[in-house]
């Protein structure tokens, strides 16, 4: 900012010192940079109509170029789709993105989206085998299989043979022994395109070529082989479906992200190729179900192709959070499991006759030999034991395995107490905190964390002085974790702000061992909703494989009706996850296959109170062989309150949960069914209404249809408010103690003036605590009479501005000088179905970084009308918009 010019100002300053306010910057790490790529549009053309113009051998989308080439617009095409009944269209990139409007006005235009860029897939942890002779590595007993009846359906012979399932993510390393060893028919990995080459990220150029094969960033490979690794390998693993024939469609190159342009390229190639499933563990942060390649991904799951994509490993965000293609109205969208145990190391003990010694580690420490104990407290109440240095009479550590209760001060701090005596291989004990996670070491290499009673067990045998050794060989043995069996801390929560069932069903993804590129190591352990994803893909592989190719249509309700309903937690009060975590439940592939009662449909979306659909039918059908008794019943799960109380900021996950529930009528509880009959029953959910509509509670249960034999269900979600009334655009100070939105990072901010010339441009910052159908941002003469809706600040006093290498995202025709019935001079910022702000997150946007250019602009004096249309608002209405208008921004131009 340039206060030095604030006196050029007329009769409009707020001196800052009457302010009271210290200036301050805004993290810049929590700045969130528009997920788009500038001036990049997916333009979506009606490829059936008879456009005025159109000659018959034109490509659908040739008279969009014709148009814009007439009115001298410079841009080029870097994709064109031609798929009639799924997507057709061209990716164009603009010279100047305020072209955008001569787009919109091209005839046949239907929707221009921006390029949404998708991230590089990063899983949550990774852990990589440095090769097959790895003394390192945890046996696998595949209790990823047994948890979802995998292990049941290969014992009866189904591995998807026959079944075609395209991976659209990173590539392959198909010289894996596991994978087939090589590339085109009749390998394992039969076809496949690498759309981008090694060097892509989102916005460059891609180079693609024939040759799917990733050996450079492993996620690819890692994600096959949870789908097709062949058993007889060393660790006795296998895929879910490993005789089905694989595709690999790569469109991320070694480290960057990729454009949805491309995704939606793949997407279409996948439908092209006749793949029978298309699984993408890939996503950006959405949670609307309408970005290109979410709806691109819906209409392909709707012809009857199995579209499986991650939900996203944004948990710890909170709700309305999920990922985009998953987003889309058909796909589904998978959330992860934790494993139900962990394979952890285990000490071996020698001298007397005793258990072994499990430590938090999925690999062995690797230390030669047999080592004596030392404790370095006899009393293993001492709180801080080992926090001040050692005692002279300390021997030297060096040849023994020091056992050290933890608490009081840091894990390393104590490590270098103990390293002053010569200490190298340290085992800390649990002090009630926990046994259900990795400590940190810092540096120190030969520390681990074993649970209480084994630290008291040792220290006992030191004060006996017992002659105890332990040995470190690489042995492992299953430990019930905490978090076992539930969803996984990281998995993202829906739903939609427009009300889809996100994510529709889970499945493991927590500690996935798998294959890896040759050069990067042959085997990693991954842990991501990355991981369940191709895991649905598979089993929905083996659904195909078993029912025929028919059943793909209905798989996702198949695998939301029969799947495994998780709890909150362990503590055993029975409260249910929120189904916009966990879904529908765990999959359970066997009972999915064998079920005799068919259920439909699998989800009740009834939407938020304003546009409530609380009456529903469901259809129970017997598909067995024998008469069947049925009981329906309501099991609620935990209310999701979405947003914290008396505030407008989203709860960050693990979302708390209320055990208040909706009510619900069944119009029959209990009937008979002959094989082959079915019953419609009525289904009246009213929401739960003892909770606080400001909290946005998402409510949601299941209609539990039982039979003597087994149990399905029914999912319904909903929230307990009306969208409408969800704040948008943070005009608070909760987050960063400066009232939002602001200019340059200011708080409290008076007129201010600008060169608009070299660094010296305004720059806006914003944070949404909600999803926004449209955020637009206008210029405005500064007399402009408006009631905004947000300024009812005594200190708003922002100034603001513009500029440069505009970013329209999706420009909605009214470029003119009216929006939404306020005079604008110009439009400076569009963005359609913008997810909300992280925690912490905001946006900051500005001349090159978001405004649209104002190099025509004259001098003067401006403000900033910011607009954010309220979720299920009317874009027509300006009562449906929140607003806000800056301070005076006074452009002198430099003498
Ligand atoms: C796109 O077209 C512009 C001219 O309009 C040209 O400068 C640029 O190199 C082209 N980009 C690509 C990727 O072909
Ligand atoms: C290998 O795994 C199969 C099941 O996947 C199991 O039946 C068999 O016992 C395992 N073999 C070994 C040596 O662990
Ligand atoms: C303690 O036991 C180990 C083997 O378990 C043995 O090698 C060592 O000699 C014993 N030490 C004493 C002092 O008994
Ligand atoms: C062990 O330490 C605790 C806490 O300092 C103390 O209360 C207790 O008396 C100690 N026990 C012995 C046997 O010294
Ligand atoms: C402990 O013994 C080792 C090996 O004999 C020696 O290298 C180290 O310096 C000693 N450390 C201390 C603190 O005495
Ligand atoms: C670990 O266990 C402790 C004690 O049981 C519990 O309070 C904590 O929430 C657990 N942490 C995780 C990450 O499960
Ligand atoms: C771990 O302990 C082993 C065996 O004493 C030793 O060789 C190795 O250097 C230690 N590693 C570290 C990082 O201290
Ligand atoms: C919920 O209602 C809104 C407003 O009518 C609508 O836009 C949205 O599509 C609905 N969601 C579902 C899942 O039907
Ligand atoms: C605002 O100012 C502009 C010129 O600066 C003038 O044309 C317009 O009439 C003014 N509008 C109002 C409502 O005063």
Redesign the pocket.
């Known amino acids: 900012m340039n206060t030095h010019l604030a006196m050029k100002f007329l009769g409009v300053l707020v001196p800052l010192a009457l302010t009271g306010f210290v200036l301050a910057d805004l993290p810049p790490e929590d700045a969130i940079e528009l997920p788009i790529v500038p001036g990049k549009f997916i333009v979506e053309v009606d490829s059936s109509s008879n456009i005025p113009g159109k000659r018959s051998i034109d490509a659908p989308h040739a008279n969009i170029l014709r148009h814009l080439s007439e009115r001298g617009v410079g841009f080029n095409v870097s994709h064109e789709y031609n798929s009639p009944g799924l997507f057709v269209g061209a990716a164009i990139t603009l010279d100047d993105a305020n072209d955008a409007k001569e787009l919109q006005q091209a005839p046949g235009v239907i929707a221009i989206r921006p390029v949404i860029v998708v991230p590089a897939p990063k899983p949550v942890e990774s852990h990589i085998i440095s090769g097959p002779n790895d003394a390192n590595v945890p046996p696998d007993t595949q209790s990823t299989h047994v948890l979802t009846g995998v292990d049941k359906l290969h014992a009866e012979g189904r591995f998807g043979a026959g079944i075609k399932i395209g991976i659209i993510d990173t590539g392959v390393d198909y010289t894996h022994p596991s994978l087939g060893g090589g590339f085109g028919p009749g390998f394992k990995v039969a076809s496949g395109y690498d759309f981008v080459g090694d060097y892509y990220e989102a916005g460059l150029t891609p180079r693609p070529d024939d040759d799917p094969l990733d050996q450079c960033n492993g996620h690819g490979t890692h994600v096959t082989g949870i789908i097709g690794a062949d058993p007889g390998n060393i660790f006795n693993i296998s895929g879910v479906a490993y005789k089905s024939t694989l595709a690999a469609y790569r469109i991320f190159g070694c480290t960057g992200s990729v454009g949805d342009d491309i995704i939606v390229a793949a997407l279409l190639r996948g439908v092209a190729d006749n793949q029978d499933i298309l699984t993408l563990s890939l996503g950006a942060v959405s949670a609307w179900s309408t970005t290109t390649a979410s709806v691109v991904a819906s209409r392909i799951a709707a012809t009857g192709v199995v579209v499986t994509v991650a939900a996203g490993n944004d948990g710890t965000t909170g709700a309305w959070y999920t990922s985009a293609p998953g987003d889309g109205a058909d796909v589904i969208s998978v959330a992860s499991t934790d494993n139900t145990y962990l394979q952890l190391q285990e000490a071996t003990v020698n001298g007397v006759d005793h258990d072994g010694i499990p430590y938090y580690q999925l690999w062995s420490l690797a230390i030669p030999g047999e080592y004596p104990i030392y404790a370095t407290s006899t009393n293993t109440s001492i709180a801080d034991d080992a926090c001040d240095p050692l005692p002279d009479s300390t021997p030297?550590?060096?040849?023994y395995v020091t056992i050290v209760r933890r608490g009081t001060c840091s894990f390393p701090w104590k490590l270098q107490n103990l390293?002053?005596?010569?200490a190298n291989v340290v085992l800390f004990y649990d002090d009630g905190t926990g046994f259900n996670t990795t400590i940190d070491v810092g540096g120190y290499q030969n520390a681990s964390y074993i649970r209480a009673a084994d630290g008291a067990w040792l220290v006992s045998q030191f004060v006996a002085n017992v002659n105890v050794t332990l040995s470190f060989p690489n042995a492992s043995t299953p430990v019930f974790t905490p978090a076992g069996g539930l969803i996984s801390y990281y998995s993202s929560y829906g739903p939609t702000n427009d009300m889809y069932f996100k994510p529709a069903v889970a499945a493991p993804g927590g500690n996935i061992l798998s294959t890896y590129p040759l050069p990067l190591g042959t085997w990693a352990v991954l842990s991501g909703t990355s991981m369940a994803t191709p895991f649905i893909a598979g089993s929905a592989a083996l659904l195909l494989e078993a029912q025929g190719k028919a059943v793909s249509l209905s798989a996702r309700t198949v695998f939301e009706t029969t799947a495994q309903v998780i709890t909150l937690d362990h503590s055993g009060s029975g409260v249910l996850e929120t189904a916009a975590h966990q879904g529908a439940g765990l999959v359970d592939v066997y009972k999915a296959i064998h079920t005799e009662t068919s259920v439909t449909p699998g989800e009740l979306l009834l939407n938020d109170t304003a546009n409530y659909k609380g009456t529903q039918s469901i259809t129970v059908t017997n598909t067995g062989q024998n008469l069947k008794a049925y009981k329906l019943t309501h099991v609620p799960a935990g209310t999701a309150l979405t947003i914290q109380s008396n505030s407008v900021q989203p709860a960050v996950g693990p979302v708390p949960v209320s055990t208040a529930s909706a009510t619900v009528q069944l119009s029959s509880t209990d009937f008979l069914l002959l094989p082959g009959q079915s019953r419609e029953v009525t289904v009246v959910i009213k929401p739960p209404t003892n909770v606080d509509a400001k909290t946005f509670p998402v409510f949601s249960g299941y209609i539990k249809v039982q039979s003597e034999t087994e149990d399905t269900h029914v999912t319904y979600l909903g929230v307990a408010a009306a969208l409408k009334d969800a704040q948008v655009l943070d005009n608070s100070n909760a987050v960063f103690g400066l009232y939002l939105p602001l200019i340059n990072g200011m708080g409290t901010m008076t007129a201010e003036n600008f060169s608009f010339s070299g660094f010296d441009y305004p720059v806006l910052q914003y944070r949404l605590t909600f999803g926004t159908p449209l955020l637009r941002i206008d210029l405005v003469e500064p007399n402009i009479t408006l009631k905004t809706t947000l300024n009812h600040r005594s200190d708003v006093k922002q100034r603001d501005s513009v500029l440069e290498r505009p970013i329209f995202s999706f420009p909605h025709g009214n470029l003119a000088n009216t929006f939404a019935q306020v005079s604008i001079v110009g439009p400076l910022f569009e963005f359609d179905y913008a997810v909300r702000h992280t925690a912490s997150g905001y946006a900051s946007i500005t001349q090159g970084a978001g405004f649209a250019n104002t190099s025509d602009w004259a001098p003067g004096y401006y403000r900033f009308l910011v607009r954010a249309l309220k979720i299920t608002g009317d874009l027509t209405q300006e009562e449906d918009f929140e607003s806000w208008l800056s301070p005076i921004i006074g452009y002198i131009a430099d003498e």
């Open positions: 030297n550590l060096s040849s390293a002053s005596k010569g």
